[in-house]
């Protein structure tokens, strides 16, 4: 009889946690931040974007101040503001994060000292102040100190404005992650899309909290729809690029999806569709590792219904 009890206990507690037979991945490689160069590229009529190690960045320069988007990571923080100075001497008035990856949100603490305003989705809110995990890894990621919250939070949609400058800010329900926020600065017709789009790689999808390859999909479509054909698109990762080009990381996000559905349809397991390489032509476009390879075919697998 005890045997039998502990028989099914065991059955009952593999049930319960079947994610534990997912092999955890290896963490990408620390950068080396004392190499990094902040690149500045002008979109036109006092907007930038900047680019350096993690997402980029975006600043817009208003007549009493700046309203910036993504903040990389902390480490950065003195050659941001070196790279923003030389542009203009306005201080940062709004800080908007566009997701709480770090990779996007790690500056907030000393630009929050700084006396910027931070402007988010409710819910980076929430998972900045509560500390998150990846699901690939395992990595946890500490709680945010309080001076690097959100100050100012909403839902749906909302406008940040400055003298003579407006940022739209609009929320795609679980699409990258429960918590995006694209912002569109209507003077300059420049869109940003945090990373719900990728220009010149595979993109992350975070499947613990809310990402998913068809809200992917779902967002980039928004996208679509709202920008004109002669927006300028600053995507998370990845140079400027235009609405055709984000048309075809639509449909690469498409073809990645439907044969990573097939091979999982057929029984493949996680392992054996990487193995397989459904994606190989793309994987030579982008000059993928294996790793990012990889992680792109087990996020989408993951978040696949059947």
Do not use: W
């Not at 503001?81 to 770090?102: E, G, K, S, V």
């Not at 990373?195 to 479509?221: A, Q, T």
């Not at 390489?277 to 000059?287: E, I, L, S, T, V």
Request: proline share 5%; aromatic share 8%; net charge neutral.
């Amino acid at each position: 009889m005890r045997m039998r009890l502990i028989a099914a206990a065991t059955t009952i507690v593999a049930l319960a946690f079947p994610a534990q037979a997912q092999q955890l991945q290896p963490l990408a490689p620390a950068p080396d931040f004392d190499k990094v160069v902040i690149k500045t590229t002008d979109l036109g009529n006092r907007t930038y974007m900047l680019e350096g190690e993690g997402g980029n960045i975006t600043v817009a320069v208003a007549d009493d101040g700046v309203i910036m988007v993504d903040s990389q990571f902390a480490p950065l923080y003195g050659k941001i503001n070196a790279a923003i100075a030389a542009l203009t001497q306005q201080p940062i008035r709004y800080l908007i994060i566009t997701h709480f990856h770090r990779d996007h949100t790690g500056g907030n603490e000393a630009f929050g000292r700084d006396g910027a305003t931070i402007v988010a989705h409710e819910n980076v809110k929430t998972h900045l102040a509560s500390g998150t995990r990846n699901g690939l890894t395992g990595n946890k990621v500490p709680p945010a100190p309080a001076i690097a919250l959100p100050t100012e939070t909403y839902k749906d949609t909302m406008t940040v404005r400055l003298q003579g400058r407006a940022a739209e800010l609009k929320h795609p329900v679980d699409a990258h992650t429960d918590g995006d926020t694209y912002i569109y600065f209507a003077d300059a017709n420049v869109l940003v899309t945090g990373d719900i789009v990728f220009f010149g790689r595979y993109p992350n999808i975070d499947f613990l909290y809310g990402g998913s390859i068809d809200g992917m999909i779902r967002g980039v479509d928004d996208l679509l729809n709202f920008a004109k054909d002669d927006t300028k698109i600053v995507p998370g990762h990845g140079p400027v690029g235009t609405k055709a080009i984000m048309s075809e990381y639509r449909q690469m996000l498409v073809e990645a999806r439907d044969r990573i559905q097939k091979l999982k349809a057929a029984g493949k397991t996680e392992d054996e569709v990487v193995a397989a390489k459904p994606n190989a032509d793309y994987d030579a476009k982008f000059g993928s590792d294996a790793r990012a390879t990889g992680n792109f075919i087990r996020v989408i697998y993951r978040t696949l219904k059947n």
